[in-house]
Protein backbone atom coordinates (compact mmCIF):
# COMPACT_ATOMS: atom_id res chain seq x y z
CA UNK A 1 0.00 0.00 0.00
CA UNK A 2 1.12 3.09 -1.18
CA UNK A 3 1.30 5.97 1.83
CA UNK A 4 2.17 8.94 -0.36
CA UNK A 5 0.01 11.84 0.65
CA UNK A 6 -2.95 12.82 -2.01
CA UNK A 7 -2.75 16.49 -0.87
CA UNK A 8 0.81 17.85 -3.39
CA UNK A 9 -1.40 16.20 -6.17
CA UNK A 10 -4.74 18.05 -5.42
CA UNK A 11 -2.97 21.41 -4.59
CA UNK A 12 -1.02 20.69 -8.07
CA UNK A 13 -4.51 20.04 -9.81
CA UNK A 14 -6.21 22.59 -8.23
CA UNK A 15 -3.68 25.43 -9.19
CA UNK A 16 -3.42 23.84 -13.21
CA UNK A 17 -7.08 23.54 -13.17
CA UNK A 18 -7.70 27.62 -11.52
CA UNK A 19 -4.65 28.51 -13.98
CA UNK A 20 -6.15 26.65 -17.40
CA UNK A 21 -9.57 28.44 -16.25
CA UNK A 22 -8.59 31.77 -15.99
CA UNK A 23 -6.28 31.92 -18.59
CA UNK A 24 -9.14 30.37 -20.99
CA UNK A 25 -11.54 33.14 -19.31
CA UNK A 26 -8.73 36.05 -20.43
CA UNK A 27 -8.31 34.58 -23.61
CA UNK A 28 -12.04 34.64 -24.56
CA UNK A 29 -13.57 37.84 -22.76
CA UNK A 30 -10.56 39.62 -23.06
CA UNK A 31 -8.97 38.85 -26.00
CA UNK A 32 -11.57 37.39 -28.23
CA UNK A 33 -14.88 38.66 -27.68
CA UNK A 34 -13.08 41.96 -26.02
CA UNK A 35 -16.34 42.08 -23.96
CA UNK A 36 -14.20 43.50 -20.83
CA UNK A 37 -10.21 43.26 -19.30
CA UNK A 38 -8.59 40.64 -17.20
CA UNK A 39 -8.73 43.05 -14.28
CA UNK A 40 -12.44 43.78 -14.63
CA UNK A 41 -12.41 39.31 -14.52
CA UNK A 42 -11.22 38.89 -11.14
CA UNK A 43 -12.61 41.76 -9.88
CA UNK A 44 -15.61 40.19 -10.49
CA UNK A 45 -14.64 37.24 -8.57
CA UNK A 46 -13.87 38.90 -5.71
CA UNK A 47 -17.25 41.04 -6.03
CA UNK A 48 -18.94 38.01 -4.77
CA UNK A 49 -17.10 38.88 -1.10
CA UNK A 50 -17.18 42.67 -1.66
CA UNK A 51 -20.21 43.51 -4.28
CA UNK A 52 -19.57 46.57 -6.26
CA UNK A 53 -17.01 47.75 -4.07
CA UNK A 54 -14.52 45.02 -5.74
CA UNK A 55 -14.91 47.10 -9.42
CA UNK A 56 -13.73 50.01 -7.89
CA UNK A 57 -10.16 48.51 -5.37
CA UNK A 58 -8.45 48.33 -8.37
CA UNK A 59 -5.79 46.08 -8.74
CA UNK A 60 -6.09 44.90 -4.79
CA UNK A 61 -9.23 43.32 -5.20
CA UNK A 62 -7.65 41.84 -8.75
CA UNK A 63 -5.45 40.34 -6.42
CA UNK A 64 -8.14 39.41 -3.73
CA UNK A 65 -10.14 37.89 -6.86
CA UNK A 66 -7.04 35.20 -7.70
CA UNK A 67 -6.88 34.27 -4.29
CA UNK A 68 -10.54 33.68 -3.82
CA UNK A 69 -10.84 31.81 -7.58
CA UNK A 70 -7.69 29.56 -6.64
CA UNK A 71 -9.78 29.01 -2.88
CA UNK A 72 -12.60 27.93 -5.33
CA UNK A 73 -10.37 25.75 -7.50
CA UNK A 74 -9.46 23.97 -4.60
CA UNK A 75 -12.27 22.94 -2.89
CA UNK A 76 -13.87 21.29 -6.34
CA UNK A 77 -10.47 19.82 -6.90
CA UNK A 78 -10.67 17.85 -2.71
CA UNK A 79 -14.29 16.82 -3.76
CA UNK A 80 -13.46 14.98 -6.95
CA UNK A 81 -10.47 13.54 -5.47
CA UNK A 82 -12.69 12.92 -2.54
CA UNK A 83 -15.35 11.26 -4.09
CA UNK A 84 -13.33 9.38 -6.93
CA UNK A 85 -12.39 6.13 -4.88
CA UNK A 86 -16.09 5.80 -4.24
CA UNK A 87 -17.22 6.35 -7.70
CA UNK A 88 -16.49 3.48 -10.50
CA UNK A 89 -17.84 5.51 -12.94
CA UNK A 90 -15.42 8.03 -12.20
CA UNK A 91 -12.42 5.50 -12.66
CA UNK A 92 -13.30 3.80 -15.53
CA UNK A 93 -14.47 7.03 -17.57
CA UNK A 94 -11.73 9.27 -17.33
CA UNK A 95 -12.64 12.25 -20.13
CA UNK A 96 -16.43 11.24 -20.06
CA UNK A 97 -16.08 12.40 -15.96
CA UNK A 98 -14.05 15.41 -16.98
CA UNK A 99 -16.72 16.39 -18.87
CA UNK A 100 -19.57 15.68 -16.58
CA UNK A 101 -17.58 17.13 -14.03
CA UNK A 102 -17.07 20.43 -15.81
CA UNK A 103 -21.02 20.41 -16.14
CA UNK A 104 -21.10 19.99 -12.79
CA UNK A 105 -19.05 22.72 -11.41
CA UNK A 106 -20.67 25.18 -14.20
CA UNK A 107 -24.17 24.27 -13.06
CA UNK A 108 -22.77 24.61 -9.03
CA UNK A 109 -21.60 27.57 -9.85
CA UNK A 110 -23.87 29.43 -12.17
CA UNK A 111 -27.22 28.08 -10.43
CA UNK A 112 -26.81 27.82 -6.88
CA UNK A 113 -23.41 30.10 -6.02
CA UNK A 114 -23.56 33.06 -8.24
CA UNK A 115 -26.88 34.07 -7.82
CA UNK A 116 -27.10 33.48 -4.14
CA UNK A 117 -23.84 35.84 -4.56
CA UNK A 118 -25.46 38.31 -7.04
CA UNK A 119 -29.06 38.48 -6.23
CA UNK A 120 -31.88 39.25 -9.14
CA UNK A 121 -28.71 37.37 -11.72
CA UNK A 122 -30.27 37.34 -15.14
CA UNK A 123 -29.97 33.72 -16.41
CA UNK A 124 -26.77 33.63 -19.43
CA UNK A 125 -28.13 33.66 -23.09
CA UNK A 126 -27.76 29.97 -25.15
CA UNK A 127 -23.89 30.97 -26.89
CA UNK A 128 -22.93 32.89 -23.38
CA UNK A 129 -23.90 29.59 -21.37
CA UNK A 130 -22.23 27.01 -24.01
CA UNK A 131 -18.70 29.08 -23.50
CA UNK A 132 -18.88 29.41 -20.02
CA UNK A 133 -19.41 25.19 -19.49
CA UNK A 134 -16.79 24.61 -22.33
CA UNK A 135 -14.20 27.19 -20.70
CA UNK A 136 -15.21 25.04 -17.38
CA UNK A 137 -15.03 21.67 -19.38
CA UNK A 138 -11.47 22.04 -20.69
CA UNK A 139 -10.03 24.35 -18.36
CA UNK A 140 -11.11 22.75 -14.93
CA UNK A 141 -13.26 19.46 -15.31
CA UNK A 142 -10.69 17.64 -17.25
CA UNK A 143 -7.34 18.45 -16.05
CA UNK A 144 -8.93 17.64 -12.39
CA UNK A 145 -10.35 14.53 -14.07
CA UNK A 146 -7.42 13.35 -15.47
CA UNK A 147 -4.74 14.09 -12.79
CA UNK A 148 -6.77 12.21 -10.41
CA UNK A 149 -7.26 9.55 -12.32
CA UNK A 150 -3.43 9.75 -12.79
CA UNK A 151 -2.79 9.51 -9.05
CA UNK A 152 -4.88 7.06 -8.35
CA UNK A 153 -3.55 4.75 -10.94
CA UNK A 154 -0.57 5.00 -9.68
CA UNK A 155 -1.31 4.22 -6.31
CA UNK A 156 -3.37 1.71 -3.98
CA UNK A 157 -5.19 3.99 -1.64
CA UNK A 158 -8.64 2.84 -2.58
Do not use: C
Request: hydrophobic share 60%.
Amino acid sequence: MNDRSPFPTIVLAAFLAGLLDLVLAIIVYSVFLDKTTAVKILQSVASGAFGKAAYEGGIKMAALGIVFHFAISLMFTLFYFFIYPRLAFLRQHGVISGIVYGIFIWMVMNLIVLPIAFSGMLPMEPGATMIGISIIILGVGLPISLIAHFYFTRSTQY
